[in-house]
């Protein structure tokens, strides 16, 4: 059977006419199986950084709707991919909880550090909605100039990793700051962890109102904390925002991307409610699929830096995923961003690759 570039067809859903990325995440198997990449708009194309170019600080640039609709729209248009990530930061929850938040070049999102409970004073809900508004109206946007094949993916980033940034004030080599509050004051780190779920509710309900047809929980940071911590500040959390998303939006797929989680995945996957995890870069591909593919969908997890070397390698490591993981419900992604020395014709030969893979 002939089919049109850049669709699927689904094992379990050949006559619906649902999006492949949602069928997926739904438990259909897909051949091909669809494909989107987290950070897929971004400083590898030179699209990206014309539009960039034109904001005054990147905070600015996630919060105006032109240009933040342009750059999503971006990575859809070269390389149709199934799905389309809003494009925004997971910095945006700090910032709309009324804590300084900017961006410095070369070094990252930058923050103005709460260390204490007492430090937590002057974060609050209140402002919440105002100051994230500019990001609904984004979404509502993009949603607007979707084709009818191509999903919508909202995001924010989990309690746990949002909290890294906000105790340490940036990136981290040891997370010594953070883990220092949540292992010496549990109680009052918590109060931070519990804010920062209420805040990510909230955010997330908002996206789904504007259009969201999925959601992604990045929990970059997990993997810094040993398996007992990881289940209270990691797990725990997710699986609260998971289910009170799930009361009202039940129909909502959630993708939970706890990296680093190594053996503990297998307990994201069973006990967090969500639909999918998305896998890093270093699970074994038969343990993830004999261990967490039975449970839910998976997503990944192709190691980004495949994107810089190209060619036979690329072609070898891509094959890999795709016959461990493409004959169950399955979402082909990275296992991590893309970087900026990743080649745009080499995101080209992988998307050709997915679409021509067949079991
Ligand atoms: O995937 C997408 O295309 C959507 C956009 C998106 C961005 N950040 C844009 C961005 C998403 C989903 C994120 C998530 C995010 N942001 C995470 C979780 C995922 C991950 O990568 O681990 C984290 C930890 C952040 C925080 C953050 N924002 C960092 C550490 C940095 C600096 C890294 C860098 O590449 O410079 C940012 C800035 C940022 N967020 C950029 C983009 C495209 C680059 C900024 C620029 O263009 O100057």
Redesign the pocket.
């Known amino acids: 059977m002939n089919q049109p570039p850049g669709s699927s067809n689904c094992a379990s859903f050949q006559s619906s006419a649902e999006k492949p990325f949602l069928k997926a995440l739904a438990g259909g198997t897909c051949s091909p199986p669809p494909i989107w990449l987290?950070?897929?708009?971004?400083?590898y194309l030179p699209e990206y950084k014309a539009t960039?170019a034109k904001a005054r600080s990147?905070l600015d640039f996630c919060l105006t709707p032109e240009l933040a609709i342009e750059a999503t729209l971006q990575p859809i248009r070269r390389f149709g991919f199934d799905a389309a990530?809003?494009?925004?930061?997971?910095?945006i929850v700090p910032h709309a909880l009324g804590q300084k938040v900017w961006?410095e070049e070369g070094r990252?999102?930058c923050l103005e550090p709460v260390r204490s409970t007492q430090d937590m004073r002057d974060l609050s809900l209140e402002s919440f909605q105002d100051v994230a508004a500019p990001v609904y109206e984004i979404a509502r946007g993009i949603k607007a100039q979707l084709d009818p094949q191509t999903a919508f993916i909202g995001?924010a980033?989990a309690p746990w990793?949002v909290a890294c940034y906000m105790v340490e004030g940036s990136?981290s080599r040891d997370y010594a700051k953070v883990k220092g509050w949540a292992y010496g004051d549990p109680e009052g780190f918590q109060a931070l962890i519990d804010l920062v779920t209420e805040a990510t509710v909230v955010y997330l309900e908002a996206q789904i109102a504007a259009g969201a047809e999925a959601l992604q929980l990045?929990d970059?940071w997990a993997g810094a904390l040993p398996p007992a911590e990881m289940r209270r500040w990691c797990l725990l959390p997710a699986r609260r925002i998971v289910e009170r998303l799930k009361e009202r939006h039940p129909d909502v797929p959630v993708i939970l991307f706890p990296?680093g989680a190594g053996l503990t995945y297998r307990d994201f996957a069973f006990e967090s409610g969500a639909d999918a995890v998305s896998l890093d870069s270093t699970l074994p591909l038969a343990w993830a699929r004999d261990e967490l593919q039975s449970r839910v969908a998976v997503q990944g997890n192709l190691d980004p830096i495949y994107l810089v070397a190209g060619g036979e390698a690329l072609k070898r490591a891509t094959l890999e995923v795709l016959e461990a993981l493409a004959g169950g419900p399955f979402v082909f992604n990275l296992g991590?961003?893309i970087v900026?020395a990743a080649r745009p014709e080499y995101v080209a030969q992988l998307v050709e690759l997915v679409r021509g893979w067949r079991p």
């Not at 990530?85 to 910095?91: G, Q």
Request: charged share 20%; no cysteine.
């Open positions: 987290m950070r897929q708009a971004g400083r960039r990147f990530i809003l494009f925004s930061d997971i910095m961006f990252g999102p995001f980033g990793t990136g990045f970059s990296r991590s961003g900026p």
